[in-house]
């Protein structure tokens, strides 16, 4: 199985940006995780990050020519605002599990809504940085990839 994990704005300042709710563990940290454990179900993991919307959607659009077969996404704000990420993603057809580190339910009432959640196949919020370690054992447990 080929695996794209994507994660939109501020991603990249894990460990740093507000630790009482995303932890001290950094980008970095993550990516090592997520690494390591794909490395032991047999799956071949790559990672972009980015803080620019149409980034994303070049990323979701190239994973179709890449022939990825799951990606895991976090996509940070743009959850509440981007119908261009939920478009992009319906347009690849590729299973997509939408993963977020806090409850956004839990948040301010903005976060409650998700555009992307339409497209995915399952969402992971409030497990902290190992929700996407479950979203990697769903991917690779439907074995199947993209249709």
Do not use: W
């Not at 994507?6 to 993550?30: C, F, K, S, V």
């Not at 179900?41 to 959607?57: I, K, W, Y």
């Amino acid at each position: 199985m080929k695996i794209l994990v994507i994660n939109g704005p501020n991603m990249n300042m894990l460990g740093i940006r507000q630790p009482e709710i995303y932890g001290h563990a950094t980008y970095e940290d993550l990516k090592s995780m997520i690494a390591g454990e794909a490395e032991r179900l047999g799956a071949e993991v790559s990672f972009f990050q980015s803080n620019h919307e149409g980034a994303l959607v070049d990323a979701i659009q190239q994973a179709y020519f890449d022939r990825v077969d799951g990606m895991i996404i976090n996509p940070a704000a743009y959850t509440h605002t981007s119908v261009a990420l939920l478009d992009a993603v319906k347009a690849v057809g590729i299973p997509t599990v939408e993963v977020h580190v806090s409850d956004p339910d839990s948040r301010e009432d903005f976060r409650h809504v998700s555009y992307i959640r339409a497209a995915c196949i399952a969402t992971i919020r409030g497990h902290g940085l190992p929700g996407y370690l479950e979203a990697l054992h769903l991917l690779c447990e439907r074995g199947e990839g993209r249709g």
